[in-house]
């Protein structure tokens, strides 16, 4: 008999061995033989655990989604105010790229082809509840003053989004830079720029 969590530890185990390969190869490139070669185990041990290859990727997304939608909810529960909520989101989302690569690298090369299936429409859905995260976030910020008047909410809310998540593919967890020391240098370039603020000398006339 085997002991009670070694199955749901079993389970966890291959959406692991699943999630790594996916971000590697693609979904569509990973066949069912290669996560149970992976796993050592055959394919047909495979389907005790999961139905389909669709359903392995359902449970690695909802699961990555959901706690880090949960994160999201947290903070803007928190009511720490525009600017420190902001802070907050992105050095959330550097935590995400930091624990859990394979899966923002899925959600980042396969939600578009994924979306259009049935199963997995909760990701338009998500990408829509994300989207209005940063306007209303970006639009109170505005309201109070602490963000520019002039900002073109859309504008801002695409380069972070692009900005942040594509260091899903450069980040390198065991380099010099930690996912908070990185969070830091975005956000001092998102808010404070990179140029050094010099006074302008008036000429004499």
Do not use: C
């Not at 149970?36 to 990727?57: C, R, T």
């Not at 450069?170 to 240098?185: C, F, I």
């Amino acid at each position: 008999m085997s002991k009670p969590g070694t199955n749901s530890g079993r389970r966890a185990e291959l959406l692991g061995i699943a999630a790594g390969l996916f971000a590697e190869r693609g979904f569509v490139s990973t066949t069912v033989r290669d996560i149970a070669d992976a796993a050592g185990i055959l394919s047909g041990s495979l389907y005790h655990h999961f139905d389909s290859k669709e359903q392995i990727a359902d449970e690695i997304l909802t699961g990555f989604l959901d706690e880090l939608f949960g994160t999201y909810a947290e903070i803007v529960e928190s009511k720490l105010g525009p600017r420190k909520t902001l802070e907050a989101v992105v050095s959330a989302s550097f935590d995400s790229i930091h624990r859990r690569p394979a899966e923002v690298e899925i959600y980042q090369n396969e939600a578009k082809h994924l979306a259009k299936f049935p199963r997995f429409a909760y990701l338009g859905t998500r990408n829509a509840e994300f989207r209005k995260l940063w306007h209303d976030l970006l639009a109170e910020g505005i309201t109070t003053g602490e963000f520019r008047a002039d900002l073109d909410i859309e504008l801002v809310y695409r380069f972070v989004r692009d900005t942040v998540w594509v260091a899903v593919r450069w980040y390198n967890p065991e380099g010099t830079l930690s996912a908070a020391d990185v969070a830091a240098q975005y956000l001092g370039i998102l808010l404070d720029g990179i140029a050094t603020k010099r006074r302008r000398v008036k000429k004499e006339t």
